[in-house]
């Protein structure tokens, strides 16, 4: 059975879709996650596209060892240093450089002709190549290139040094019957092709992102280029869970398997919404909500008779934890413990104490505390690890109490207490607004001196049942940089969860900024 390679660019192409930034703690507890989820290699970033991206690459390269580490570059000497720079230290490093190769793209973009082209290609691989073993080349927008100039460019690729060649269906355009074509062709067609890896990439404008690149699969492709929840420019790239799952579901036609350790998909998922506050539609395929949901009484029927009536895959290979009532208000850290290293989340003795703090008064809260109601915790608590020291980091301000007034026809008043940790100091004050979280919200800003901009705003419960938790997620923007955070928090208490998430936000923007400031 052949081995298909799996290249998670979720922390370079999905990063940069719109809403899905991520500071550098964030993307390294991701690359983690990545690494235990089974990726063989991972695309950290775009490593000259700015000094945060830069330093991820470095830090990503040393977190997660077991992965090759990829940055993008374009054809250039720079790109290609600066690439290099960032991914030496890693154990596997890896050059990803890129030119685009349709006439349209040649003319209107980089403004070069073909010969002009296919000479960097030589050039720059050829550099690439002098400082890296182990170099990507891909040819942007080549599902609209003229095929025999792929070809020639491909083979130059090969001929300058590169171990990969990448096909990428940039702008979503193919149908899966062009993309095999398209493979078969270049196996023909380039030199050399027989001693490579044969890449794709392919984005999901028209919603065919998965099915071209398990085309591309079918017609001898041994690398997939993909990201989790298939987050990516536009409509995203393929969806790492649907093309592994597919591999592994139907390996009968494929005859093709991944490294991907399958159970560790829904927690990659999960971790990737709640770092980026994009939520997952309830009908995604593999990690949707309903993804595994009989509803209607025939299909319930049949589930109880037998699984396999409506069930092609075993939600337990995906990792899905089991929504049964887990814990109540009278168990014990070694129950916790247990019950998280059954869903997969193992938890050093710190963290566990507080997951147990907080553990203890969600049951105090609630009448029952399920799986995802843990898992809720867990992974907020996961969000303010600092994974480069492995330490607790202090967030720059906590919320310390709250109290509001609302009602028809009354003034919205909130008043709100912090402390912020630089002064160890407590702040309070009172606003009022068109809202009860409009007029919180002002207060904080107030307090702390920023202009920040509440961008978006959304509030839904993690879990069943009247009393269960709800998570909410704010988009604020800095007036100062025009940069956009993300904060989501939790709570029983609505407006808890929701002014949890509004400093979240806030303390990304600090981190961030000061981390600007120490650049
Ligand atoms: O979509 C694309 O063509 C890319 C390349 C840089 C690989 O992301
Ligand atoms: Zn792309």
């Known amino acids: 059975m052949r081995k298909i390679k799996i290249f998670d660019t979720t922390l370079r192409d ?21 690494e235990k989820l089974g990726v063989d290699i991972i695309e950290a970033g775009f490593a000259i596209s700015s000094p945060m991206d830069f330093k991820s690459v470095q830090a990503i390269a040393q977190a997660a060892p077991e992965c090759t580490i990829a940055s993008l570059a374009r054809c250039n000497k720079n790109d290609i240093d600066t690439a290099w720079e960032a991914v030496k230290d890693a154990k596997k490093p890896r050059i990803h450089v890129f030119i685009a190769t349709s006439e349209v793209h040649m003319k209107y973009k980089l403004r070069m002709t073909p ?13 690439a190549k002098s400082k890296c073993p182990d170099i990507e080349f891909s040819a942007e927008d080549a599902s609209r290139s003229d095929r025999e100039f792929l070809s020639q460019a491909f083979s130059n690729a090969i001929a300058a040094g590169a171990n990969t060649i990448n096909v990428p269906d940039t702008v979503g355009y193919s149908t899966p019957q062009e993309m095999g074509e398209l493979i078969n062709y270049l196996r023909e067609h380039v030199a050399g092709i027989e001693n490579v890896d044969i890449s794709v990439h392919c984005h999901n404008d028209l919603g065919m992102g998965t099915a071209n690149s398990l085309a591309c699969v079918k017609a001898g492709a041994t690398q ?54 994009v939520p997952i539609a309830p009908t995604k395929a593999i990690v949707g909500a309903n993804a595994f949901a009989h509803e209607a009484g025939i299909h319930q029927h049949g589930m109880i008779t037998n699984a396999q009536t409506y069930e092609i895959m075993n939600p337990d290979e995906i990792g899905i934890p089991h929504r049964a009532l887990v814990l109540g208000k009278h168990s014990g850290k070694h129950a916790l413990r247990e019950r998280l290293e059954s869903m997969g989340y193992e938890i050093p003795d710190d963290e566990l104490e507080d997951i147990f703090t907080r553990f203890k008064k969600l049951a105090d809260e609630k009448k029952t505390v399920t799986s995802s109601d843990l898992e809720a915790l867990t992974l907020h608590r996961s969000r303010i690890i600092r994974p480069e020291s492995g330490e607790s980091s202090v967030p720059f301000c906590q919320l310390v109490s ?87 928090g939790i709570s029983t208490d609505i407006v808890e969860a929701s002014l949890a998430a509004y400093i979240a936000g806030i303390n990304k923007m600090f981190d961030e900024e000061r981390a600007v400031v120490s650049d």
Do not use: W
């Open 115 to 127: 010969e002009q082209v296919l000479q960097a290609i030589t050039d720059m691989v050829g550099y």
């Open 14 to 34: 999905g990063e940069q879709s719109p809403g899905c930034s991520m500071n550098l703690s964030e993307k390294i507890v991701l690359a983690k996650q990545l």
């Open 224 to 277: 997939v280029e993909c990201t989790v929840n298939g987050i990516g420019e536009r409509a995203g790239n393929a969806s790492l869970e649907e093309i592994v799952m597919a591999l592994r579901t139907r390996r009968d036609f494929y005859d093709a398997d991944t490294n991907i350790n399958t159970r560790e998909i829904y927690k990659s998922s999960r971790l990737l919404s709640n770092i980026t506050g």
């Open 402 to 488: 709250h109290s509001i007034t609302s009602g028809s026809g009354v003034p919205k008043i909130s008043y709100v207490q912090i402390r912020r940790s630089d002064t160890n100091k407590l702040m309070d004050g009172v606003e009022s607004g068109a809202g009860p979280l409009d007029a919180a919200f002002k207060v904080i800003n107030k307090m702390l001196g920023v202009e920040a901009r509440l961008e978006d705003f959304s509030i839904r419960s993690v879990t069943e049942g009247e009393d269960s938790i709800g998570e909410a997620v704010v988009k604020i923007s800095s007036a100062s940089s025009g940069e956009m955070y993300t904060g989501s």
